[in-house]
């Protein structure tokens, strides 16, 4: 389950992603781990879209599929 470093995606606690989703602020791409999953927040234009995804490849791959 390790998970890749990547520059343009940030690592953040569940807490942080919640604060990120409830606020639309920062702004960039977050990820975080809930339980067995990856949860992908693309906050990069302020709608803090969301998705889950089983495996980090998944959610690395969602959120820079515009880089």
């Known amino acids: 389950m390790a998970a890749a470093t990547?520059?343009?995606?940030?690592n953040v606690s569940?807490?942080?992603a919640l604060k990120i989703i409830a606020k639309y602020s920062p702004h960039g791409l977050f990820w975080c781990?809930?339980?067995?999953?990856?949860?992908g927040i693309d906050n990069s234009t302020g709608d803090a879209w969301t998705e889950e995804f089983?495996?980090?490849?998944?959610?690395?791959?969602?959120?820079l599929r515009g880089y």
Do not use: A, P, V
């Open 14 to 16: 569940k807490q942080q």
């Open 33 to 39: 781990i809930d339980g067995s999953k990856f949860i």
């Open 54 to 63: 089983e495996t980090f490849k998944q959610c690395e791959s969602w959120l």
């Open 6 to 10: 990547n520059q343009l995606i940030t």
